[in-house]
């Protein structure tokens, strides 16, 4: 093969875009999709949503490898379109529906974004955006926030996290005052016929 820039050409396979052009465009195109979503909640193509969501996860190992300016570039871009989509186009999910897998795939991801200093002009929206999730999701999508809420701790201590102290002991305070109520729900004096179809509210998870 030959290179030509940023692509190479395979003899008799026709162009193939580089791994640094295949991640531009992933990252393009969620930004477009993104763009066609808002406004339009009853008619986002969630497919094509979790479609670019995976191939951008399995090419995280070109994006981490990537110099830091070309680094902090791509993750200042997509952290804001995450942030987006997980607070107006996506919604907190009480059914597994591909809406919801959207959101899990976009927090999985969060929570491999390795450089924290790349995080740091979103912070207080990444943390903002976590703790309602926490509170408000689903059991699972809460687990995946507060994983991502630890990790912004452990970055970022001091006084840019004293300011989400206090929401988040106001959850733990309520769960535990409302903590039979947790314990009825998952056993109740009359046993299911059949396992819950619908996924579990954080504030009644024991997760």
């Not at 640094?20 to 477009?32: C, I, S």
């Not at 979790?50 to 191939?55: D, P």
């Not at 979103?122 to 994983?147: F, H, P, S």
């Amino acid at each position: 093969f030959r290179h030509y820039g940023r692509c190479r050409i395979v003899l008799g396979l026709g162009p193939t875009m580089s791994s640094g052009a295949e991640v531009k465009k992933v990252r393009e195109d969620f930004h477009q999709l993104l763009q066609n979503a808002q406004g339009h909640s009853s008619t986002v193509d969630f497919g094509a949503f979790k479609e670019n969501l995976l191939h951008l996860r399995d090419k995280l190992d070109t994006v981490n490898s990537s110099c830091v300016e070309e680094n902090a570039l791509f993750w200042n871009s997509m952290l804001q379109d995450f942030l987006l989509l997980l607070r107006n186009v996506t919604q907190t999910q009480s059914e597994n529906t591909m809406q919801n897998e959207v959101r899990y795939l976009t927090l999985d991801i969060l929570n491999r974004v390795p450089n924290h200093e790349v995080q740091r002009p979103a912070y207080q929206k990444l943390m903002e955006c976590m703790m309602d999730i926490v509170v408000n999701d689903n059991e699972e999508n809460a687990v995946a926030a507060m994983k991502k809420v630890m990790e912004l701790h452990k970055a970022f201590k001091g006084p840019e996290l004293e300011r989400h102290v206090q929401p988040f002991l106001e959850f733990v305070r309520s769960m535990y005052s409302d903590f039979q109520n947790i314990i009825n729900f998952h056993f109740p004096d009359t046993p299911m016929t059949e396992p819950r179809k619908e996924l579990i509210v954080s504030k009644r998870s024991f997760k």
